[in-house]
T-cell receptor
Framework: SQQGEEDPQALSIQEGENATMNCSYK?????LQWYRQNSGRGLVHLIL?????REKHSGRLRVTLDTSKKSSSLLITASRAADTASYFC?????????????FGGGTRLMVKP | ETGVTQSPTHLIKTRGQQVTLRCSSQ?????VSWYQQALGQGPQFIFQ???????GRGNFPPRFSGLQFPNYSSELNVNALELDDSALYLC?????????????FGPGTRLTVL
C-alpha cells in the first residue's frame, strides 16, 4: 500500500506560472522527499525535508512540511516546459539512507510553452 | 546521471518464466533497494540489501528474491512470472551510515510479461 497521496493527480499550466503539488501521508515520519520522473524513467531526487523542518528551498523549488496535518507541498516557481514530468513524494520512517521509501501515486505536471 | 546502472533496459517474457535483473550501485554505496512501479502508479518497495544481506522486505511474495555481491552490485530474480509482474523495476543505491536519506535511482528495467 502507498503511504502518501498526491493532489492533484494531474496538473496543466502555462510556462511561467507556478505549480503547487500536495502530499499527504499516514504514519509518523523522519523525513519526506520529493522525486521527479520523466516519461517512466528513473527517479531524480529533488529535495529532502526533515520532520523538524517546516520549509526548505532549492532553486525554484520550495517545500513545506506540516507534521501536525501529515502533509507537504512542493511549489515550482516560474515553471518551464522542461519541468513537465511526474512528481512523487516519498516518506522515510528512519533517518537513515538505507531505509525504505514509501511513495505516493504522483502528480503528473504538464507545462505548456 | 546518478551513477546507478541497470540492465537490461527492456525485457519481454512469457508467463511462468523466470527473469534476472541487474543493478550496479553508485561508487561508495553499500545499500541497494529494489522497487516495482506499475504503469501510472508510484514505486513500491520490494526489498533492500545491505552488505550482502537482505535488510527489509515489502509486501512481495517469495518468488521475488535477490542477491547482493561483494562489490555491492545486486540482482533481482522473479520466478514463475505473472502478467501483473509487468512493470518498471527500479533499483536505488545509498549509503547507510550517516546518510541524509537520499536514494539514487537507476534508469529502470521495463519488464513486459505476455
Amino acid at each position: 500500500s502507498q503511504q502518501g497521496e498526491e493532489d492533484p493527480q494531474a496538473l496543466s499550466i502555462q510556462e511561467g506560472e507556478n505549480a503547487t503539488m500536495n502530499c499527504s501521508y499516514k504514519t509518523s515520519i523522519n523525513n519526506l522527499q520529493w522525486y521527479r520522473q520523466n516519461s517512466g524513467r528513473g527517479l531524480v531526487h529533488l529535495i529532502l525535508i526533515r520532520s523538524n523542518e517546516r520549509e526548505k528551498h532549492s532553486g525554484r523549488l520550495r517545500v513545506t512540511l506540516d507534521t501536525s496535518k501529515k502533509s507537504s507541498s512542493l511549489l515550482i516557481t516560474a515553471s518551464r516546459a522542461a519541468d513537465t514530468a511526474s512528481y512523487f513524494c516519498a516518506t522515510a520512517r528512519g533517518n537513515n539512507a538505507g531505509n525504505m521509501l514509501t511513495f505516493g501515486g504522483g502528480t503528473r505536471l504538464m507545462v505548456k510553452p | 546521471e546518478t551513477g546507478v546502472t541497470q540492465s537490461p533496459t527492456h525485457l519481454i517474457k512469457t508467463r511462468g518464466q523466470q527473469v534476472t535483473l541487474r543493478c550496479s550501485s553508485q561508487s561508495g554505496h553499500n545499500t541497494v533497494s529494489w522497487y516495482q512501479q506499475a504503469l501510472g502508479q508510484g514505486p513500491q518497495f520490494i526489498f533492500q540489501y545491505y552488505r550482502e544481506e537482505e535488510n527489509g522486505r515489502g509486501n512481495f511474495p517469495p518468488r521475488f528474491s535477490g542477491l547482493q555481491f561483494p562489490n555491492y552490485s545486486s540482482e533481482l530474480n522473479v520466478n514463475a512470472l505473472e502478467l501483473d509482474d509487468s512493470a518498471l523495476y527500479l533499483c536505488a543505491s545509498s549509503m547507510t551510515s550517516g546518510g541524509i536519506g537520499t536514494q539514487y535511482f537507476g534508469p529502470g528495467t521495463r519488464l513486459t510479461v505476455l
